[in-house]
């Protein structure tokens, strides 16, 4: 089974800076995409940053030009570089990894990481 390990979370002030990071463990199905969600209060969970094994990155209307996301193939591994934060960027942080394929998707997901921004 794929572990997700999520850390980098905490208390920010609006305006600062975060890095999130996720590494994977176990994974055997390839090739896949990882990615970061998140769950405000009160609200349904949403796209941050995904990127593909070839390092093609999809980012969330809501924050496309506060973050950007990176991956390491090698270590399998991404990350999270949130910039310019906001109190509504409050949320869990879910780090993901799917595998696509014609039948079925394997989708996995990390514990998750709470990040406040609040002053």
């Known amino acids: 089974q794929v572990q997700l390990v999520e850390s980098g979370g905490g208390l920010v002030q609006p305006g600062g800076s975060l890095r999130l990071s996720c590494a994977a463990f176990?994974?055997?199905?390839?090739?896949?995409?990882m990615g970061w969600y998140r769950q405000p209060p009160g609200n349904q969970r949403e796209l941050v940053a995904t990127?593909?094994?070839?390092?093609?990155?999809n980012y969330g209307d809501s924050v496309k030009d506060r973050v950007t996301a990176s991956r390491d193939t090698v270590r399998n591994t991404v990350d999270l570089q949130m910039n310019s934060l906001k109190p509504e960027d409050t949320a869990v942080y879910y780090c993901?990894?799917?595998?696509?394929?014609?039948?079925?998707?394997?989708?996995?997901w990390g514990q998750g990481t709470q990040v406040t921004v609040s002053s």
């Open positions: 990127v593909t094994s070839g390092g093609v990155t």
């Open positions: 993901n990894l799917v595998h696509r394929t014609a039948s079925r998707d394997y989708e996995y």
């Open positions: 176990k994974v055997i199905r390839t090739p896949y995409i």
